[in-house]
C-alpha cells in the first residue's frame, strides 16, 4: 500500500543505540522500499555501515528521501554505540529523542510515534530516569495520567488489566476503578484508532474456568462480573468473564474484536504463540499514536546482523493505520 500525497510520516526514536535498534531501522528501510514513509531520529553515525542515510532538517523532506536513503533527523549522541555495552553518557540523548518524537507528534509534523526498545537500567544510570519505562514517561510527555498497553498481531488484539507486577500481587491490584478504566479506554481507542466502533469485547476470568461459580475463585462473582455489567449498561458490547484457556483459539476469536485479559502473561502468551516476530506493542489512551516492536534491546545479537525486524516493520505498519483511522 503506497502513502497518499501529504501524508505525515511516521517518527522512529533510535532507542537504546547499543542494543538492535539501529540495525532493524536500516533493515526495515530495506524492506519497506520507501512503501511507508517513515524517518528515524538518532545519531547518523550509530547506523550500520552501508545504508544510505539522508539527513534532513524537517520530516516534512521525509517523502522525498525515502525511496533511495533512510531519513534521518539528527541528533548527536555524546558516545559511539558499542553493541550489547550500553554507555550512560548516551541516556540523556535517549530520553530527549522520545521527548522529541513526541512533540513533533503534538504538533502534527509526525502522524505517529514508533519506539525503538530502551534499557531502563542505563537510562536511570545515565540520565536519573525516574520512570518504570517507556509507557510511563511517554503519559508524562502526554500530559494523561491513566494509559493502557495492547499487544497485538493480525489474529488477535488483547489487553492486560495489571502488568509487570508478581502475580501473587494481581488479585490485589485488580480494582473496580482499574478494570472499568482499562476497559473504556480500550473501547474507545478500539472506536479511535482501529475504526471499530461498538467493538466487542471479550474480558477474561482471573480463575481458572473463570470462578466456575465461586468453586475456583469469587473475583469473577464480586468484582469483575459487576463492573461488566456497569459496562454493558453503558451501551458496551462485553462478553465475560470468559474462561482464559478457552477464549484464545481460532474459532473463540471470531466472535471479538478484542480482548482483556487480567495479568501479564494472560495476555502476551496467546499473542506471542500466534505471531512471535510479528507482534507489536501499542499504547492506548495517549493524545498521539505510539507503537513499538514486541522485544527488547536483545543485547546479545546486537552487531551480529541477526536482528529481525519483522516486527518492527509491523509497529510501522500499525502506526500508520492508526493514524489514518485518527484522521479519518
Not at 462480573?225 to 458496551?236: H, I, K, N, Q, T
Request: glycine fraction near 10%.
Amino acid at each position: 500500500m503506497t502513502a497518499p500525497d501529504g501524508e505525515r510520516p511516521v517518527a522512529l526514536t533510535c532507542g537504546e543505540p547499543s542494543g538492535i535498534g539501529p540495525e532493524i531501522a536500516a533493515h526495515a528501510w530495506e524492506r519497506l522500499e520507501g512503501r511507508l514513509p517513515f524517518f528515524w531520529i538518532g545519531d547518523p553515525a550509530h547506523l550500520p555501515r552501508g545504508v544510505p542515510v539522508r539527513e534532513i532538517a524537517d520530516p516534512g523532506e521525509t517523502a522525498s528521501h525515502c525511496a533511495t536513503a533512510l531519513p534521518v533527523l539528527p541528533h548527536p549522541f555524546p558516545a559511539p554505540n558499542r553493541p550489547g555495552r550500553p554507555d550512560p553518557d548516551n541516556a540523556a540523548a535517549v530520553i530527549e529523542v522520545i521527548a522529541r518524537a513526541v512533540k513533533l507528534a503534538m504538533t502534527g509534523a509526525a502522524s505517529a510515534v514508533c519506539t525503538a526498545p530502551i534499557h531502563k537500567k542505563a537510562l536511570k544510570d545515565g540520565a536519573g530516569f525516574a520512570y518504570p519505562g517507556h509507557t510511563e514517561y511517554l503519559a508524562h510527555l502526554g500530559g494523561v495520567d491513566r494509559v493502557v498497553m495492547m499487544l497485538a498481531c493480525p489474529g488477535l488484539k488483547v489487553v492486560p488489566v495489571t502488568i509487570h507486577i508478581p502475580l501473587a500481587e494481581v488479585p490485589g491490584a485488580l480494582t473496580p476503578a482499574l478494570l472499568r478504566d482499562t476497559i473504556r479506554i480500550t473501547a474507545a481507542a478500539m472506536a479511535r484508532d482501529f475504526a471499530t466502533p461498538g467493538a466487542r469485547i471479550a474480558v477474561a476470568g482471573l480463575n481458572p474456568h473463570a470462578g466456575e461459580g465461586g468453586a475456583m475463585g469469587r473475583e469473577e462473582i464480586d468484582l469483575i462480573g459487576p463492573v461488566l455489567d456497569g459496562l454493558r449498561a453503558e451501551g458496551l458490547a462485553i462478553l465475560g468473564p470468559l474462561s482464559a484457556d478457552t477464549m484464545f483459539h481460532a474459532g473463540a476469536r471470531a466472535r471479538y474484536d478484542v480482548a482483556v485479559a487480567m495479568y501479564h502473561d494472560q495476555a502476551l502468551i496467546p499473542v506471542k504463540t500466534i505471531d512471535f516476530a510479528g507482534g507489536v506493542n501499542v499504547t492506548l489512551g495517549l493524545p498521539f499514536v505510539r507503537t513499538s516492536p514486541d522485544h527488547g534491546t536483545a543485547f546479545d545479537i546486537a552487531g551480529r546482523g541477526l536482528a529481525d525486524p519483522t516486527s518492527l516493520i509491523a509497529a510501522l505498519r500499525m502506526a500508520r493505520d492508526m493514524a489514518r483511522a485518527r484522521a479519518a
